[in-house]
């Protein structure tokens, strides 16, 4: 069965402008890579969103926001950078360059994109969705920050739980950098299990995301950081899914899975430093997959943007892919993997923070009171 691939042209508008690490030219260069290694025949079938309105925004964001940052990145566009009380509502690496793209305006497609998404799966007329543009995690209801402007990943969730009535929905988190606005979102809220794998925050943006960090309230145990040794690769991603993710998606049992994060776990990044190689990405699609087999009819929204070596970006992506839409397709490294990476150097320190999550969520899930079934 097809999936479906979200994507518009005017995606190329969030760009912050030459020199800033995050670029639009991502969503030429990975369509048309796309392209050329797989036919659409019944693989994929492009689909045009139109832009979130004023009423999806104010779901996650409250107005004031909305208006300073339309008002400010329309203006930036115009090449009139003025940034009086950009700090009160954007970080510093959310100030557009000089000739930035329309970013605003693309934000809003990224989340018209999730809404279009999450009705496409849960109409039945795609099993899965892709959004390219989408996982925009670190916004915030009033602060956008780590090149995100609007939470799509946040607003998917909120949407399949408002106009759905899903009463457990799963975000599974494979960005190199933790979820820090997703969390805050949903810190609390039991309806939504957050799992997020990241880089151990001590080493990386935003410094958030500790193992002990489980939710509050209602929501406590909810929230399941696993932060990644630096160097971590395929061996303790393997291990992290098998050990903990799988487990947790099996005893929650989602009625839909979203997953976000891009190509940033790679060893050639440059932003990160872990070392989940490309066949490490097929595996995470892969897993994602049969998760979704198992606990929600195969019903998954998956949300791509991130990662910063472009020359990596388009294979990781298109690894992903391939693996949650189970195409029998192989794709190679775009350059040997170093000898650093023969052999996962992170792997008995992985173990530990698997220890150390275990124990700090064994009040709230059965599955991690049994013995361990699974040795290593």
């Known amino acids: 069965?097809?999936?479906?691939?979200?994507?518009?042209?005017?995606?190329?508008?969030?760009?912050?402008?030459?020199?800033?690490?995050?670029?639009?030219?991502?969503?030429?260069?990975?369509?048309?890579?796309?392209?050329?290694?797989?036919?659409?025949?019944?693989?994929?079938?492009?689909?045009?969103?139109?832009?979130?309105?004023?009423?999806?925004?104010l779901t996650i964001c409250s107005k004031e926001y909305i208006q300073f940052t339309h008002d400010y990145y329309k203006a930036a566009h115009a090449g009139q950078l003025d940034h009086i009380k950009?700090?009160?509502?954007?970080?510093?690496?959310?100030?557009?360059?000089?000739?930035?793209?329309?970013?605003?305006?693309?934000?809003?497609?990224?989340?018209?994109?999730?809404?279009?998404?999450?009705?496409?799966?849960?109409?039945?007329?795609?099993?899965?969705?892709?959004?390219?543009?989408?996982?925009?995690?670190?916004?915030?209801?009033?602060?956008?920050?780590?090149?995100?402007?609007?939470?799509?990943?946040?607003?998917?969730?909120?949407?399949?739980?408002?106009?759905?009535?899903?009463?457990?929905?799963?975000?599974?988190?494979?960005?190199?950098?933790?979820?820090?606005?997703?969390?805050?979102?949903f810190y609390d809220d039991p309806h939504v299990l957050l799992i997020d794998l990241h880089q151990d925050p001590r080493t990386l943006y935003p410094g958030t995301g500790f193992a002990k960090d489980i939710g509050d309230g209602k929501g406590k145990g909810f929230k399941v950081n696993i932060p990644m040794p630096p160097n971590a690769g395929y061996d303790s991603y393997y291990r992290v899914f098998c050990e903990i993710v799988e487990p947790l998606v099996r005893e929650f049992k989602p009625q839909m899975i979203i997953r976000n994060g891009g190509s940033d776990p790679h060893p050639d990044d440059g932003l990160t430093d872990l070392g989940l190689p490309v066949r490490g990405f097929h595996m995470i699609g892969e897993r994602v997959r049969h998760l979704a087999d198992q606990v929600c009819q195969g019903r998954e929204l998956d949300l791509i943007a991130s990662g910063y070596n472009k020359g990596v970006l388009p294979y990781a992506w298109l690894a992903?892919?391939?693996?949650?839409?189970?195409?029998?397709?192989?794709?190679?490294?775009?350059?040997?993997?170093?000898?650093?990476?023969?052999?996962?150097?992170?792997?008995?320190?992985?173990?530990?923070?698997?220890?150390?999550?275990?124990?700090?969520?064994?009040?709230?899930?059965?599955?991690?009171?049994?013995?361990?079934?699974?040795?290593?």
């Open 86 to 185: 950009f700090g009160l509502y954007q970080s510093m690496d959310n100030m557009p360059f000089e000739t930035p793209g329309n970013i605003e305006e693309a934000a809003r497609l990224i989340i018209g994109q999730a809404k279009l998404g999450c009705d496409l799966v849960q109409k039945g007329t795609y099993q899965k969705a892709v959004s390219i543009g989408g996982g925009m995690h670190h916004a915030k209801t009033n602060f956008g920050e780590g090149f995100c402007i609007y939470n799509d990943v946040a607003f998917a969730a909120r949407y399949l739980i408002n106009n759905y009535k899903l009463e457990r929905v799963l975000i599974l988190d494979t960005d190199a950098h933790a979820a820090n606005g997703t969390y805050d979102y």
């Open 1 to 57: 069965m097809a999936i479906a691939i979200l994507y518009r042209e005017e995606l190329l508008e969030y760009d912050f402008g030459p020199g800033h690490p995050f670029r639009g030219d991502r969503y030429e260069i990975f369509p048309r890579f796309l392209k050329e290694r797989v036919p659409q025949d019944d693989n994929y079938r492009f689909v045009k969103a139109d832009p979130a309105t004023e009423e999806d925004l």
């Open 320 to 376: 992903l892919i391939a693996g949650l839409a189970g195409w029998n397709i192989e794709v190679e490294e775009p350059e040997p993997v170093t000898r650093k990476f023969h052999k996962d150097p992170a792997y008995a320190e992985t173990k530990l923070v698997e220890a150390e999550i275990k124990s700090n969520l064994r009040p709230y899930w059965k599955c991690f009171q049994l013995p361990n079934p699974i040795q290593f």
